[in-house]
């Protein structure tokens, strides 16, 4: 008792049986003789995984609730693990993720979609044309990586229609390493970057992740989109996430996407997601939000002194404006 009032516990409650059966208990089987498999694919409730060389279809079991199971999870199975047709195992247990990669629909969608678990690099997609390069989307796909503890890789596709100097400069200052990629030209460079890792490949439509997916792994034979000549938006064609084995390693392609929503990140990590900018921002005053320069941001009086590129401050001002829902 406090202060007059009773708190309970699990204890105090009274279970009824009814009609002769067993009251709830919160023990779970524990699966010892569960075995170890790797998710490769996620279709409606049904979880593709791999046990030993085979490849299972299991359904997620009951116990495990509502918590989400994705491409990359590694989990424990029982029942039927023979991979023969129209056999179904159970997933009973998902073990402890290295990393989460997560996304929002938009800047101030509180609900996080994890797109894939346990990678340890995120490959950023980026034609050079056809359809031109989104610097912005890049930004946000790095403050996505660093947040999850990722390494990122820019992939430049399409470098037989545009050069790839000024991407490769910008981001190289950062840090950040660069691959570029032609049709028909030589893959050894990527799949060195790619061996022996858990790589997730992001970009938009018709940048040619699965193109590259199939060069890499012709078995996949994954769906090669078109662009739309009118928009210049590439059109759809992976539904979803699918891991392909690489020499040790995996990649998993994901379907393109229009925008990366980054409400999950706090502002102080998506300013480290900018680390050319990151030092420069410590010098404002106290409250300065960094997305106006009335509030005496240090951000513009180092552009004024030519110290920093306006185009990345205004990428990470918009990106952090986002989040406030006051974007013009």
């Known amino acids: 008792m406090k202060g007059g009032r009773r708190y309970l516990d699990e204890d105090d409650v009274r279970v009824r049986a009814r009609g002769g059966s067993r009251p709830r208990t919160r023990r779970r089987p524990k699966h010892e003789d569960a075995e170890q498999g790797f998710v490769t694919a996620v279709d409606r409730g049904r979880y593709h995984c791999l046990v030993g060389d085979r490849s299972v279809v299991a359904m997620k079991a009951r116990e495990l609730g509502r918590g989400s199971i994705v491409v990359g999870d590694r989990v424990a199975l029982v029942g039927d693990l023979s991979g023969l047709p129209d056999t179904l195992a159970r997933v009973v247990r998902v073990e402890e ?125 994954r769906a090669i989109g078109t662009v739309n000549p009118v928009t210049g938006r590439g059109r759809h064609t992976s539904t979803s996430a699918v891991a392909q084995p690489i020499e040790g390693g995996w990649i998993i392609d994901t379907p393109g996407v229009r925008s990366f ?55 990470l001002r918009r990106l952090l404006a986002s989040r406030e829902e006051t974007v013009n």
């Open 261 to 315: 929503g980054l409400a999950h990140v706090q502002p102080d990590d998506v300013i480290a997601g900018f680390p050319d900018l990151a030092e420069t921002v410590t010098e404002c005053p106290p409250g300065c939000s960094h997305t106006t320069a009335a509030s005496g941001c240090a951000l513009d009086t180092e552009t004024a002194q030519n110290h920093l590129d306006p185009a990345r401050v205004n990428s």
């Open 97 to 221: 993720r290295s990393s989460v990669l997560r996304r929002t629909a938009d800047d101030t969608d509180p609900v996080e979609r994890v797109i894939v678990a346990n990678a340890d690099q995120l490959v950023i997609v980026v034609s050079l044309a056809d359809p031109e390069p989104q610097p912005r989307l890049i930004d946000r796909c790095l403050v996505a990586a660093f947040d999850a503890g990722l390494a990122p890789l820019l992939c430049l596709t399409k470098s037989d229609l545009a050069a790839p100097d000024e991407l490769r400069s910008t981001y190289s200052a950062l840090g950040v390493p660069a691959v570029t990629m032609r049709k028909d030209g030589d893959i050894s460079e990527v799949r060195s970057h790619l061996s022996g890792k858990l790589s997730v490949l992001v970009g938009s439509s018709g940048v040619g992740k699965s193109t590259l997916v199939n060069m890499l792994v012709p078995e996949a034979e």
